[in-house]
């Protein structure tokens, strides 16, 4: 699956880099990889079974043995709905506990390459051009100031019914930024060949048509 073409796309919590894949994804008929949703989905189930979040045997041993269904519509474990659930913000804060954990990004790498499938991939996280997919023909780094990303998240849970603390988030988002940039495993930075786009003052559909651009620059799209 080497020739498979793989566009990726990384930055922050709140970048828009989730809601732009899916729309690239979308646009060029390809597959979509949200690699933030798996390790979602091993925090809650953690959070659901009291597992400890830094109990690594633990944790390789139940992600290892879930049955995770991810489509645009719903993320499906063990047969269960938990697309909204895995969106709260106590699951927010696990799953970057867990991600920093070395044996469970280990155990989940494989999940994630095996969406590498024709016609493409557009794979959204926070390593996916310097881990995952290294040799991307395509690396995107989406990024914005830590106030607009703390506002889109708030009106991103408010619009799903949720009740959040807009002080609240911009605190959990600035720690989890300094902990994901800094965790020894995978941290959160640009690969060195990747495009870096700050989305601060821009609109979703200027962010998507930079992209689209850059996809065409790269060959992966027709050109017209």
Do not use: C
Not at 40 to 60: N, P, Y
Not at 133 to 144: G, I, R, S
Request: glycine fraction near 8%.
């Amino acid at each position: 699956m080497d020739d498979v073409p793989v566009i990726t796309i990384d930055g922050p919590g709140g970048s828009g880099k989730g809601t732009i894949a899916a729309l690239l994804a979308e646009q060029l008929g390809w597959h979509l990889l949200d690699s933030g949703a798996l390790y979602r989905v091993v925090a809650a189930v953690a959070l659901e079974r009291g597992i400890s979040l830094e109990d690594d045997a633990g944790l390789v041993a139940m992600a290892t043995g879930l049955q995770i269904r991810i489509d645009e519509h719903a993320v499906r474990v063990d047969g269960v709905d938990m697309t909204r659930r895995i969106r709260e913000e106590d699951v927010s804060e696990a799953a970057s506990r867990v991600a920093a954990r070395q044996p469970v990004r280990a155990s989940i790498l494989a999940l994630q390459r095996a969406q590498r499938r024709p016609p493409g991939l557009v794979a959204d996280g926070r390593d996916m051009g310097t881990v995952v997919f290294p040799q991307a023909p395509l690396k995107v780094y989406l990024d914005a100031s830590v106030q607009v990303r703390a506002e889109r998240r708030y009106n991103q849970l408010k619009n799903k019914g949720l009740s959040v603390s807009l002080a609240a988030l911009l605190a959990s988002i600035q720690e989890r930024d300094e902990r994901d940039k800094s965790r020894a495993v995978a941290p959160l930075r640009p690969a060195p060949d990747a495009i870096l786009i700050d989305s601060t003052s821009m609109s979703i559909e200027a962010v998507l048509s930079r992209v689209l651009d850059e996809a065409r620059s790269s060959g992966l799209t027709p050109s017209t």
